[in-house]
């Protein structure tokens, strides 16, 4: 994958943090050394004018921060929160090491045991403190265990009680909203589905869940499913990743998967918490425009490395 309004458990909302449902029309930080403005200045010194024009719609957005490994995460976390609190702006943060990740596909890895994961998110916890901070946790880890990714019933209770830990973590930090992740529109239905595993990892805790990260549903469609998945679980909020579904999903036939780098993408709304939807708390670009899912189409790289030219692609695509 590297491809609310109302509180947990049936109680009214309160003055406390127990639900972090997140103040409103929050911005978000903008990483001035970012991928994408790294590649911007590269083509301006090239004379490739009109790409770096077309890089610099990328760069200027809010992306999200993806810690999927082990390698200095306080000091990573510590940075970033320290960056955008220097800004005045919220953090936001993908977490993205659960075992088993992905399925052992193009993103696979995470924790080698529940007890370094728990650990890790410890370390992730302390490192954000009192910054504001979005956390997205564990994209598509709840989904694929609906599937056949987990060997037995007993390993998707373990993912579920991880969760669950990760989530009531985080969400007892001050000022950090954490949304969990629940797939998107094409992929869990009917949405009923969802519920249980949701609960089971703690979605009542959290401030809401997440809808297409990584992925090209579009904005509409995603919008619908999680008003109907909100309604099944008291009216929880949700965020939406827009980052490449401007031109929505991809209906070729190549050989490779659908999600996978998939050919003429565009970017999607640009990131706002002022969505208009009474359920949507923010649009977001959770998945960064421009890195690979992987290493599924001629001249892909591996999953994460920024791609310059599909992300030009993305951007050229656009209409905005």
Excluded at 113 to 128: N, P, T, V
Excluded at 165 to 190: E, K, M, Q
Excluded at 261 to 281: E, I, K, M
Aim: aromatic share 8%; charged share 15%.
């Amino acid at each position: 994958m590297i491809a609310g309004c109302a509180s947990g458990g049936g109680s009214s909302q309160t003055a406390t943090h127990a639900a972090n449902a997140p103040p409103p029309g929050p911005s978000f930080f903008v990483d001035p050394t970012n991928a994408a403005a790294k590649q911007e200045a590269l083509y301006r010194q090239t004379g490739r004018t009109q790409d770096a024009d077309a890089m610099a719609r990328l760069a200027g957005q809010p992306t999200a921060t993806w810690i999927f490994d082990d390698t200095d995460v306080p000091g990573r976390v510590s940075a970033l929160t320290l960056a955008a609190s220097r800004t005045g702006k919220t953090a936001l943060l993908v977490a993205y090491w659960i075992p088993g990740r992905d399925c052992g596909q193009f993103s696979s890895g995470g924790a080698p045991s529940d007890a370094a994961y728990k650990a890790w998110i410890e370390q992730i916890a302390g490192a954000i403190g009192t910054s504001r901070t979005w956390v997205i946790l564990e994209p598509d880890a709840i989904p694929q265990s609906l599937g056949n990714c987990l060997p037995n019933g007993k390993a998707v209770k373990a993912r579920y009680q991880l969760l669950d830990f990760a989530v009531t973590r985080l969400s007892a930090l001050p000022n950090t909203s954490v949304y969990l992740d629940a797939g998107h529109a094409d992929w869990i239905n009917p949405v009923d589905k969802l519920v249980k595993p949701l609960r089971a990892s703690g979605i009542d805790k959290a401030a809401g869940f997440s809808l297409n990260v990584s992925n090209f549903v579009s904005t509409d469609s995603n919008v619908q499913y999680g008003n109907q998945l909100s309604q099944q679980l008291g009216g929880k909020h949700f965020v939406v990743d827009t980052s490449r579904n401007g031109n929505g999903p991809y209906t070729g036939s190549d050989g490779a998967p659908t999600w996978c780098n998939p050919p003429g993408r565009a970017l999607g709304h640009a990131p706002t918490s002022n969505t208009g939807q009474a359920l949507v708390d923010a649009y977001l670009w959770i998945k960064v425009p421009g890195e690979s899912d992987g290493n599924c189409r001629p001249g892909a790289p591996p999953a994460g490395v920024f791609w310059p030219e599909y992300a030009l692609g993305l951007a050229k695509g656009s209409s905005g």
